[in-house]
């Protein structure tokens, strides 16, 4: 069964609409926010929880590092920011690469040594300079810079056995406007951007595990987000770029997410728009505080566009989902804090923090 929805639990622990919910067969997977978050011992018994309740359920979180990051207290390293690791590159760019598999790895080790299976990490926009909500979170202006360190931080996850996701596609970098709140628009022609902000995935090559593309509208390409857009997902990203991984949606609760074609579409509406254009996975997320009523929504609805053939599961996409589970046992936090790898690790960070 295709189990194609990631969606949020409301607190510390589970509630009875969060188990409900969890245990729908659409629901593949719970991604996780700072109100998920009192410390390691609740983080690890909640995630425990979840586990118990459904084994193959993902366990995300955004934990990037700089300011997009989680979980910062009771022992997690604070995780230096993308453009620090770019502006180091400018000087010695094998310390910034060494540097950059040390941030995926003790990234990927803490977060599985409480329970997370999965981070959406790495960021493959490039800055150039007017973005707000890219800002830090970019490597560097020039795409080859952000290929090699994204590669790098990858293969530190994947030594900890954590996949990773590249963000957002074909790029967010270029402009300005904030699409949890407004609808960005890049005027750019297609081959300019695959000669710039999309030369990350191509680049990346079998190295991408996922990819989750921008809410922006590159009209000169077609008039709907690239999340949404079969041009984007299909014709450009998975046949002219040859990616065969997991595309997520974005969040499906920002503004730009579920305005389409003019239209404010309904959390189902908008997550129907999303997996037909070639998404395996809809985000809808922060909707499970109060009654959570959007969630069950969602639910509903597509379940009823399962039984009215409006959308048809994939097995394609069940299988792209699960190989996004993490491989291998984790180390446990304390026996994480004595492993020599990881103490290398944290070192080499902290030794760039002082610096």
């Not at 590249?166 to 949890?180: Q, Y």
Request: with cysteine.
């Amino acid at each position: 069964m295709h189990a194609p929805l990631i969606i949020d639990v409301a607190g510390t622990a589970l509630t009875p609409a969060d188990r409900r919910r969890l245990a729908d067969p659409l629901v593949g997977g719970v991604i996780h926010f700072a109100r998920n978050w009192q410390d390691r011992a609740q983080l690890a018994a909640l995630n425990a929880e979840i586990k118990a309740l459904r084994s193959d359920l993902l366990i995300c979180v955004d934990h990037e590092g700089g300011r997009v990051q989680r979980f910062r207290s009771d022992g997690f390293t604070r995780l230096p920011s993308m453009r620090t690791l770019g502006e180091l590159w400018m000087h010695d760019p094998m310390a910034a690469t060494q540097r950059a598999t040390a941030v995926g790895y003790v990234l990927a080790s803490e977060l599985r040594a409480c329970g997370v299976d999965f981070s959406f990490t790495p960021v493959l926009d490039l800055d150039h300079g007017g973005s707000s909500v890219i800002g830090d979170r970019s490597f560097h202006r020039d795409p080859r810079v952000v290929t090699l360190l994204a590669k790098s931080l990858s293969h530190g996850l994947l030594r900890a056995g954590m996949a990773n996701c590249g963000k957002h596609f074909p790029g967010h970098g270029f402009v300005r406007a904030d699409s949890h709140v407004a609808i960005p628009v890049d005027r750019r022609s297609l081959k300019a951007i695959l000669a710039d902000d999309a030369q990350p995935y191509g680049w990346s090559g079998g190295a991408l595990a996922a990819v989750m593309p921008a809410h922006v509208i590159y009209p000169r390409v077609d008039a709907r987000p690239a999340g949404f857009s079969k041009k984007w997902l299909g014709d450009i990203l998975r046949t002219r770029i040859g990616f065969d991984g997991a595309v997520f949606s974005d969040d499906l609760s920002m503004e730009a997410a579920r305005r389409i074609d003019g239209q404010l579409l309904s959390y189902t509406d908008a997550a129907l728009a999303a997996l037909d254009a070639g998404c395996d996975l809809a985000l809808l997320c922060n909707q499970s505080v109060g009654e959570g009523l959007p969630l069950d929504e969602l639910l509903g609805g597509l379940a009823a566009a399962r039984r009215q053939g409006r959308w048809r599961p994939l097995a394609a996409s069940e299988t792209r989902r699960r190989a996004l589970l993490p491989r291998g046992d984790a180390l446990a936090w304390d026996a994480l804090q004595d492993a020599p790898d990881y103490r290398r690790a944290v070192g080499m960070l902290e030794r760039q923090t002082h610096a």
